[in-house]
């Protein structure tokens, strides 16, 4: 018999509320973005409806790449409960889950694709909700990245490596 442990416990609190969380956001993507926006067997008529609600696909663009998010996390959180009791069938379990979310994801970004095609738009996740923010932000969005890469090369050349790492890599 195997015994619950705590991060059991914690996990399945995670769980409970990332199914809420993808839940209310699948809801929504599906059940009011989609069928505001797409018709049927008439890819002039969706093209059309895109273009006149552009704000509300770039809206369930958004919601859908934070529920994979909150799939991604919701995967974890079952591996972590269902390991103890049966741990190839939660690895097994784990991986179906990221095939999912993977293909999810890939169908998700194509929107992008339409997004662009149709209005020309920027892909960042920010420009997708709020695309005059795009104006402002360029080149500034840049700036913490290269702060980060100059500081990081700047330490490698300076500190480098500490006097551990060299000699544990010549003991191997």
């Given amino acids: 018999m195997n015994v619950i442990n705590e991060s059991q416990r914690a996990a399945a609190r995670v769980a409970g509320i990332a199914f809420l969380f ?8 599906q059940f009011y973005v989609r069928p505001t926006l797409i018709v049927q067997n ?3 008529q969706t093209a059309a409806n895109v273009m006149a609600s552009e704000w509300l696909f770039r809206l369930g663009i958004a919601i859908q790449l934070t529920m994979i998010a909150g799939l991604l996390v919701l995967t974890a959180a079952l591996y972590v409960v269902l ?16 095939t999912e979310n993977a293909v999810l ?3 998700t970004l194509t929107s ?7 209005s020309g738009a920027a892909s960042a ?11 402002f932000a360029q080149p500034w969005c840049y700036a913490p ?13 300076i500190r480098g ?3 551990l790492y060299e000699s544990g890599l010549e003991a191997s």
């Fill in 83 to 98: 390991s103890p009791i049966g741990p190839g069938l939660a690895l097994l379990g784990a991986l179906w889950r990221l």
């Fill in 112 to 118: 992008l694709n339409v997004l662009g095609l149709l």
């Fill in 42 to 44: 008439n890819a002039a």
């Fill in 161 to 163: 490596l500490p006097q």
């Fill in 145 to 157: 990245l290269l702060i980060f890469e100059l500081g990081t090369a700047l330490w490698l050349l």
């Fill in 105 to 107: 994801a890939v169908g």
């Fill in 22 to 29: 993808t839940d209310a956001t699948a809801t929504f993507a």
């Fill in 125 to 135: 996740l920010t420009f997708i909700v709020l695309p005059n923010l795009a104006n």
